[in-house]
């Protein structure tokens, strides 16, 4: 069975740093691309980043990219997202996203 | 970047009724469009792929067609566990995009 566990979430002040995780289980984890999906409150589902089953290439939205920082450690099954300059707009919830199955997802709240 | 325009924003429904939501893509994404299905303060939950294909243990009564710029999602015979938020994506290239969502509620 799939599982995908996202863990990391915090509330934090603008500027600030976090480090999501996304712990996975019963599937090739290096075979596979991974990625992370967010939803701020009462909004629609916005893509994050991506990156590839090896970690050679990494995507990320327009709004992150500089300042978020996607990586993986095939050796562990986990995935990361570190969140760098934070802004009350990254404000969410974030998932975990890998082949087909979503991680139950992790709030990230930034406001002084 | 592409662009996922979803219609309608919202739809009233009984159960039993059939469901239609479409999605457009601003440019041609050959099959590669995804269905979610969410409910509120939950996960969202993976149902379709490559336009029409179910993940396993999706009910038979959703179905989803269409490929390049046009694409539907279709539910036949509407159950109340249906009742939910449902969001397209395209993954033919980045950014991946999804579409605003359709909040299918109680008529």
């Known amino acids: 069975e799939v599982q995908l566990l996202d863990s990391g979430g915090d509330l934090v002040q603008p500027g600030g740093s976090l480090r999501l995780s996304c712990a996975a289980s019963g599937f090739t984890f290096n075979n596979n691309a991974m990625g992370w999906v967010r939803q701020a409150p009462g909004k629609g589902l916005e893509w994050v980043s991506s990156?590839?089953?090896?970690?050679?290439?990494?995507y990320y939205a327009d709004s992150v990219k500089g300042r978020f920082t996607i990586s993986r450690d095939n050796s562990k099954n986990a995935l990361y997202l570190q969140m760098n300059s934070l802004r009350a707009d990254d404000t969410a919830v974030y998932y975990c996203?890998?082949?087909?199955?979503w991680g139950q997802g992790t709030q990230v709240t930034v406001s002084s | 970047d592409i662009q996922m325009t979803q219609s309608p924003s919202s739809l009233s429904a009984s159960v039993g009724d059939r469901v239609t939501i479409t999605c457009r893509a601003s440019q041609g994404i050959n099959s590669w469009l995804a269905w979610y299905q969410q409910k509120p303060e939950k996960a969202p939950k993976s149902l379709i792929y490559a336009a029409s294909n179910l993940h396993s243990g999706v009910p038979s009564r959703f179905s989803g067609s269409g490929s390049g710029t046009d694409f539907t999602l279709t539910i036949t015979g509407l159950q109340p566990e249906d009742f939910a938020t449902y969001y397209c994506?395209?993954?033919?290239?980045?950014?991946?995009?999804f579409g605003g969502g359709t909040k299918v509620e109680i008529k």
């Open positions: 996203l890998g082949v087909w199955h």
């Open positions: 990156i590839t089953g090896s970690g050679d290439n990494t």
């Open positions: 994506q395209q993954y033919n290239s980045y950014p991946r995009t």
